[in-house]
């Protein structure tokens, strides 16, 4: 066990992990990126292509393919929260579920973590994969908190949980990453395993591009969703 005093200040564990994925310059030349892999739903057993387009500073799209079941999308384009599937149709994200994912989406958010959060604290070490990591909360400026752990000798971070609002209340999200590979002039992690409303979910990234040069509408709300947006309210 560590006493508070000798705990590592958390400014100081963040501003490292900037500096050991690449450093404030080279975030700061990245505006958009495409990473494409894959993503196995446990349950199901299946594999389902995965790209995600990211654009600074709060745009994002999801989407994922899964063989005989369809595609699942969910977007955010700085004023709207959308999700899709063939199963369950479209939907507007409102409310917590939306401000939670408007700050998912939030491009290069690592590297402006000063901007985000209200307090970050050092609360410990914890083994993670065998390996000892420092445990900081960090506290978005709306009270929600995010723990991350971040490895002791590489400054990665190794494992993210958080509370997040879904249409099923409140769901405890998890996750652990590992596979840090360089990609341009960043390290990113190239594995994700994920546990949420106990489902298990492994993310496999096989590339990352950056600075994409994406069409204009790229991040436009689905015809589904808009037609969702342009109903009256009730």
């Not at 959060?117 to 410990?124: A, F, L, M, R, S």
Request: glycine letters at 8%; charged letters at 30%; a negative charge.
């Amino acid at each position: 066990m560590f006493a508070a005093d000798e705990l590592p200040k958390a400014e100081t564990i963040l501003d490292k992990f900037v500096e050991a994925t690449g450093g404030k310059a080279a975030y700061a030349e990245v505006q958009g990126d495409i990473p494409t892999g894959t993503m196995t739903f446990a349950a199901i057993g299946l594999p389902g292509k995965l790209v995600s387009y990211s654009q600074a500073p709060d745009k994002r799209l999801i989407e994922i393919t899964l063989e005989g079941i369809g595609k699942l999308s969910e977007g955010v384009n700085g004023d709207v929260a959308w999700s899709m599937n063939a199963m369950q149709g479209p939907r507007l994200k409102e409310g917590e579920e939306k401000a939670t994912t408007m700050l998912q989406a939030r491009y290069n958010a690592d590297a402006q973590w000063r901007d985000l959060y209200k307090t970050v604290e050092t609360v410990g070490v914890e083994q993670v994969d065998g390996k000892d990591a420092y445990k900081v909360v960090l506290t978005f400026k709306s009270g929600r908190p995010l723990t991350k752990w971040y490895d002791k000798d590489t400054n990665f971070v190794v494992k993210f949980a958080m509370t997040t609002q879904s249409p099923m209340g409140e769901i405890a999200v998890e996750s652990l990453m590992s596979d840090y590979r360089k990609e341009g002039d960043l390290i990113t992690p190239h594995k994700m395993v994920m546990k949420a409303a106990g489902q298990d979910l492994a993310m496999n990234i096989d590339k990352v591009e950056y600075n994409p040069d994406l069409p204009k509408d790229k991040f436009d709300p689905p015809a589904e969703v808009k037609a969702l947006m342009n109903k009256p309210a009730k």
